[in-house]
């Protein structure tokens, strides 16, 4: 009779044990999925992320901190890529074109020095936002 106690007990306390390891998991799973959710990044937005003051303000700040290759001559585009992020700072920075002899490295590193953008929005939430724009060159003479 003890043993079949024992053993009941034991048998009691190792299927207590499952269902909490069962809920614990599922409430990890469903913070996981929150997290991602947090961390996607959007495409379109309801609202759009802006440089401080705007376009214009932006591509003035740009003009101001781009320096021009040494051996950069001529006229075009570079094409950025870059996240927007929550709070307002840039990352993941990629040149996706540039017209070579350094200018793509140079309109990375006016980016990454850029001040806060005001962030995406959806839902009334600030979001991560993929954002694409092409920065005009030519050649100062």
Known sequence: MKTKTTFLFALMCC????????????????????????ESIYNAVEKKPEFPGGMQKFYEYVANSYTYPKKFKGTGKIYMQFIVEKDGTL???KILRDLGHGTGDEAARVLKASPKWQPGMQNGKAVRVLYSLPISLQDKK
């Open 15 to 38: 299927f207590t044990s499952i269902m909490h390891a069962q809920v614990t998991t599922k409430k990890q799973e469903a913070k996981t999925t929150e997290q991602l959710a947090d």
């Open 91 to 93: 990352s993941n920075i």
